[in-house]
């Protein structure tokens, strides 16, 4: 030990501390590399979004066609689904018009509604002659499957996160051989369960693929999986299956190594992968002309030579079905799409990928340039400094910019320019690291005494504490205790134990709106307001103000437990806390406002009032969180959303649609919120055409699904106004609004 201080103290007087610090630091920038954590991957990634930004794959030919199932037909024809003969006629009229291939990004995974079979035993009121003519009438299914026989039709897949039920072993899959190192599938993304279509049309195909795609961590789609496992099986993604189809290649050949998987080769086609067997998609700018209408296709207003030599996706932008997906280059581009820029890159032989020999390249450059940093920096002058440090930054883009644009290589130059920095900063701030340390334990005893992030502003902007306020978009949270007035009545001779309890409850709510990055406002008895994106800037206030909404019934959950368990054991009557939250997302004006004696930091605002009153309307929804579009919108891709209806609140004069929250992203990938959210999709459909009977059909077979309970009272409600609609029937002109009668 003491020769181990000697041999310190002689480093660190002929060598220098911070120079040993920096080595140190070269060796953990090397083994973060290696590790890869998600802030580094994200840095990369983002600036392969910049490359592909500045520089997109350009448009050259356009062998893909995309067949949209947009807005447009939907008004025309009705709500999706449509019936199978419709889409029959699709496949028809553009294999007549030329199609080489039809992609469906869609799974007709149930038999259709509208087959006559089904037709004849639903209807009430036919004759028996009737029943018996439309049993004896092929299946709207069948008259599909014949139209796919006589084209080159590949259908779509979608994996799922648990299995539905067991696999039909009869209904084909494609072929797949593995040739390199064993044991690579463990690489694949795997999907627990295979959602396929009715089986008279999927053997009627002439293949199937998976059109599920992996967001990365941030939401974007960079990489697409062209080979998974899904249900035990290894399968194609949907745009390969259809180059597959195309090429006449009977089996798919998977290329692995020791690190996974390097590419899928094909019939004159090599598709490089990552280790997981994504491919990196090389993006055009979006560009409609490759759209095409559903509508104008059945109704053969489009020119035959417009689907000629083609490969054809039919897919949808139509905002209700909720396909919209977010690339390095668009912010909002249909998922149909995505699968039209992986055919035209792969194609046109346009692809991107990383080579295997990247990390080494990264890693050596790091380690160089950091050494010579630790070397010459102490014995250069600031401006010598910085123009090599230039000169060293510039070198590291160049060579990546160049292997991009010359090679379609990515090779990464954020990490030895992020290591060399991070060398560099420690080597000119070593000496503040002290002070730096003594400003953090200030911050920290004051905001002992005051928010902390009310210190912090004031301390930078004091002008912040005279009267009045700024304009700004919020997320405002109104929640309230429901029964609250019978609960405190069983307190009457312990009012003690009422303020035990209230704090008991409020307490881990307001510590949850806290962690979560919004603001308390206020405390009204039991109810609490509270607001997000003032007085800081929050990008993500509609993201965190959902969360805080479900952690807070998560809280009062545990809370009711605690609370049952000392009733039980106290032999007193247990009353259950169940909260109702509001959430809305506009403009308000937000400050200090009050007089010169007492001021309070608060928000004023259209969206305020609206964000009370949705809280109020809780109970009769029979969800706990309820929210405006604008939240809803905001956090339709991390929550389970659900549209409840379409109001008229009490003191605004437009009506707003509202949603609610019924849990996180499993529960949105669930199989039964997907099915519940599609009966009550169909029962507004209907509703607000005024198709009555079809509302209430819908709401009959909604109470036949899984977790139907949850939908009961909204079930309830639709009930009531149908009845009192079908002998008070709306004014000409109505638009489903709602004009609720009280706040």
């Known amino acids: 030990m003491k020769r181990f201080k000697i041999l310190r103290r002689w480093f660190a007087q002929k060598f220098g501390l911070a120079r040993l610090i920096c080595l140190a630091l070269l060796v953990l920038f090397a083994g973060a590399r290696l ?16 490359f592909q930004l500045i520089d997109p794959r350009e448009k050259a030919a356009r062998p893909v066609v995309i067949v949209d199932i947009d807005d447009k037909s939907l008004t025309r024809l009705g709500q999706w689904p449509w019936p199978r003969t419709r889409i029959a006629d699709m496949v028809q009229n553009l294999t007549k018009n030329g199609a080489v291939a039809i992609g469906f990004d869609m799974v007709f995974s149930e038999a259709d509604r509208l087959n006559p079979e089904q037709v004849a035993s639903q209807m009430r009121y036919l004759d028996d002659a009737t029943r018996a003519k439309l049993r004896e009438l092929p299946s709207n299914d069948q008259i599909l499957a014949d139209a796919i026989k006589r084209s080159h039709v590949v259908l779509g897949e979608t994996g799922l996160p648990e ?21 690579a599938e463990r690489f694949l993304f795997e999907f627990p369960g295979l959602l396929r279509n009715v089986p008279v049309i999927e053997r ?13 961590r941030d939401g974007l789609i960079r990489r697409v999986p062209m080979i998974m496992r899904a249900q035990g099986n290894i399968m194609p993604s949907l745009s390969l299956e259809i180059l597959r189809v195309v090429t006449g290649t009977p089996t798919l050949l998977v290329r ?34 490759i759209y095409v209408s559903a509508v104008d296709v059945l109704d053969n207003a489009v020119p035959p030579t417009r689907f000629d030599g083609k490969l054809v996706l039919v897919g949808t932008s139509a905002g209700g079905l909720n396909d919209i997906k977010t690339t390095p280059v ?24 990383q080579p295997n020999y990247a990390l080494g390249v990264e890693l050596i450059a790091a380690l160089i340039i ?18 090599v440090g230039a000169a060293f930054a510039a070198i590291l883009i160049g060579v990546s910019w160049f292997s991009y644009t010359q ?48 210190v912090e502003q004031l301390a930078q902007s004091p002008e912040k504490l005279v009267l009045g306020g700024e304009e700004r978009e919020m997320t405002i949270m109104f929640s309230d205790v429901r029964g609250f007035t019978t609960i405190s009545e069983s307190y009457k001779h312990d009012p003690q134990g009422l303020i035990e309890l209230m704090n008991r409850f409020l307490t881990p709510l307001t510590d949850v709106i806290i962690d979560r990055k919004g603001y308390i406002d206020k405390y009204m008895g039991d109810a609490i307001m509270a607001f ?53 997302t506009g403009i308000g004006v937000v400050g200090n406002m009050g007089s010169d004696l007492k001021k309070n930091y608060s928000v004023l605002g259209d969206s305020v009032n609206l964000a009370s009153r949705l809280e109020g309307q809780s109970k009769a929804y029979g969800f706990p969180i309820i929210v405006g579009s604008r939240t809803a919108l905001a956090a339709k891709e991390k929550f389970a959303i659900l549209e409840l209806d379409f109001i008229m609140v009490k003191g605004k004069t437009e009506p707003e649609v509202i949603y609610a929250i019924a849990g996180r992203e499993d529960v949105m990938h669930s199989a039964a919120f997907q099915r519940l959210r599609n009966i009550t999709i169909e029962m507004l459909g209907c509703y607000r055409s005024r198709d009555w009977q079809g509302a209430l059909d819908a709401i009959e077979r909604g109470r036949k699904s899984e977790d139907a309970d949850t939908l009961e009272k909204l079930f309830r409600l639709y009930e009531a106004r149908i009845k009192d609609f079908q002998i008070d029937p709306p004014p000409e002109g109505w638009t489903g609004a709602y004009a609720l009668l009280t706040k």
């Not at 990008?539 to 049952?564: G, S, T």
């Open 330 to 353: 668009s912010r909002a581009m249909p998922g149909v799409e995505i699968h039209a820029q992986v055919l035209e890159g792969v194609l046109s032989r346009a692809v991107i990928s």
């Open 256 to 289: 692995t190594d020791k690190t996974g998987i390097k590419s899928i080769r094909l019939k004159g086609l090599e598709v490089p992968t990552d280790k997981n067997g994504q491919l990196w998609v090389h993006y055009a700018r979006r560009d409609p002309s």
């Open 204 to 216: 009627a195909a002439a293949g199937r693929g998976l059109f599920s795609i992996r967001t990365e």
């Open 532 to 584: 997000w994106n003032a007085p800081l800037d929050d990008a993500e206030h509609e993201i965190n103000a959902c969360e805080a909404a479900i952690q807070m019934l998560e809280q009062i959950d545990e809370v009711n437990k605690e609370r049952e368990q000392e009733a039980a054991d106290g032999g007193h009557v247990y009353i259950p806390l169940n909260v109702g939250i509001g959430l809305n």
């Open 163 to 183: 299995v539905l039920s067991e696999l039909d072993k009869s209904l084909p899959f494609t072929g797949v051989a593995t040739v390199g190192e064993d044991g």
């Open 407 to 454: 090679h379609r290589y990515l090779i990464d130059f954020t990490y030895p320019l992020l290591s060399t920095t991070a060398v560099y900063l420690t080597l000119i701030f070593a000496s503040f690291v002290r002070e730096q340390r003594q400003r953090v334990q200030i911050r920290g005893q004051f905001a002992q005494y005051m928010s902390p992030v009310l």
């Open 35 to 50: 590790w890869d954590p998600p802030p580094i991957q994200e840095l990369r990634l983002r600036t392969f979004d910049m």
């Open 370 to 387: 950091g050494l010579l940093v630790i070397i010459f920096t102490p014995n250069l002058g600031p401006v010598r400094l910085v123009l």
